[in-house]
């Protein structure tokens, strides 16, 4: 009798043991996305020995690294909207900087409160009020966090994320946390003194003197702060016993806010780092190089992610295959545009493993710097050098008048972009299919036509500087 006792409560226990194990299998996992604001693939983890990042590389080495991450434009507002609805820009017609979405548009946390998560936001969001509306929680647009002392600005942020925790309770939850570094203005609060000017990577476009190196030690040390807080928000997480049920992912909106990079459809403007870890699921320090992975695609795959099918109006296509399997392929290739940031423009391009297609639809002009520009004393650096005449040839490709309409590119042997080969004969044919396959990818997108949508410049294409009143009487409009 006793013994058969034992054996009943040993297979009670057993059974309840296997339901909760079942449970815990079913659980929806908790999502959370730290996205940088200006950061190229400058981490430690990506290869630049310089620039101190041990959070985030400790964060690649538990996940899996993408080495060929793109944006879909190198504007934040276009960029982000993209990632949160699966969407080109130019398709909801907010391909311009500031240009919010309309009350017909979900974003992704839409799709995941009706599949029970608790859904939340932090700091910059750039789509505007109705996107922000769709979360639960936000706490955003907090500009003063630039001036603030850097405790105060850290302990406002965290105490923000432990409410969202708080609040999310036991519900699975999706959280955005939109960093303001490395954005300029480069203004305190900054952790000074981590990096030095004699320890930066200077790309060939850079004029190699104090202003252009004190400008990188500035950047460094803001994508530094950034490590810290992701730090930071990891370690609450492991706190409170959810980090193994968590998908963390990590990347940046678009590249550096230097010349010929941010607002730029070279790789300097448009590849960005893409870290995603999730425990159980992804092998540790796995580098992913087979294919692309468009920032078109993020609210396919967190969607997929948590279980849920992605409508049929979503171009981007779920890269959960290549978190899972590092072997697995990505795209083929990746599309990209510009359009109005302080500036008009219209830019489009297609990017494979070895060649770059660049559209001009804007040729009789230079090429059109950001606001960024004119507090960057990297820049002023470079005008300088023009004047006195000692630009390089790679220095001076920002100066060319008019730019072409057809750039062409070979990667493999000319990674910074700088020999347009459009102009061959012996590349004809390759520029020719590179064209065809962008211009299927406008008609298939509902892209515009160059002239559709027209804005005035509001600042100056070479030196950033206002030219209409209501900027120069309050410039950080622009930013």
Not at 50 to 57: C, F, G, L, Q
Not at 229 to 234: K, S
Not at 312 to 319: L, V
Not at 438 to 449: F, G, V
Request: charge should be negative; include cysteine; aromatic fraction near 12%.
């Amino acid at each position: 009798m006793i013994r058969n006792t034992l054996v009943f409560f040993l297979i009670l226990f057993i059974s309840i043991q296997e339901l909760i194990a079942n449970a815990l299998d079913k659980k929806k996992p908790n999502i959370i996305v730290f996205i940088a604001d200006d950061a190229s693939p400058d981490f430690g983890c990506y290869g630049n020995k310089y620039v101190k990042t041990p959070n985030i590389d400790k964060l690649a080495a538990k996940g899996v690294q993408f080495n060929n991450a793109f944006v879909s434009s190198p504007q934040s507002s276009p960029s982000r909207i993209s990632m949160m609805t699966g969407q080109y820009a130019h398709t909801l017609g907010v391909e311009d900087l500031h240009t919010p979405i309309d009350d017909k548009t979900k974003l992704i946390p839409s799709y995941l409160k009706e599949a029970g998560y608790y859904t939340g936001c932090l700091l910059k969001t750039h789509w505007g009020d109705f996107g922000t509306r769709q979360f639960d929680f936000s706490f955003v647009n907090k500009k003063d966090l630039y001036y603030e002392s850097y405790m105060t600005s850290t302990n406002k942020l965290f105490l923000q994320y432990q409410k969202f925790l708080d609040q999310a309770g036991s519900n699975p939850f999706f959280m955005w946390v939109g960093f303001i570094d490395p954005h300029r203005p480069y203004k305190e609060p900054q952790t000074k003194n981590v990096h030095q000017p004699d320890q930066v990577f200077l790309p060939p476009t850079f004029v190699d003197g104090p202003g252009s190196r004190e400008d990188l030690v500035d950047y460094y040390d803001e994508i530094h702060r950034l490590d810290q807080h992701v730090g930071f928000m990891l370690a609450e997480l492991e706190r409170r016993g959810v980090i193994d049920n968590t998908v963390v992912i990590f990347l940046s909106d678009n590249g550096m806010p230097f010349q010929r990079a941010k607002g730029f459809l070279y790789d300097s403007g448009i590849k960005i780092p893409l870290i995603v870890s999730w425990p159980g699921k992804t092998k540790e320090g796995v580098k992913h190089n087979n294919g692309f992975v468009s920032g078109v695609d993020m609210a396919p795959t967190i969607l997929d992610i948590a279980g849920i099918p992605a409508p049929e109006n979503m171009y981007g296509k779920s890269f959960l295959p290549l978190i899972t399997n590092h072997t697995a392929r990505g795209r083929e290739a990746i599309f990209t545009e510009r359009n109005w940031h302080d500036t008009e423009e219209y830019c489009r391009s297609i990017r494979t493993e070895k060649y770059k297609l660049i559209y001009n639809g804007i040729p009789n002009t230079t090429a059109a710097n950001t606001g960024d520009m004119r507090l960057s004393p990297a820049w002023y650096e470079l005008l300088a050098a023009k004047r006195e005449g000692k630009l390089k040839p790679e220095q001076s490709q920002l100066f060319l008048f008019p730019r072409p309409t057809i750039e062409l590119y070979d990667l493999e042997n000319d990674p910074y972009e700088l020999n347009n080969l459009a102009g061959r004969a012996e590349y004809l044919e390759t520029a020719m299919t590179l064209m065809k396959q962008l211009l299927n990818w406008q008609k298939a997108t509902k892209d515009t036509k160059p002239g559709d949508r027209v804005k005035e410049d509001i600042i100056d294409r070479m030196t950033g500087i206002p030219v209409t009143p209501t900027l120069l009487r309050n410039v950080d409009e622009i930013m």
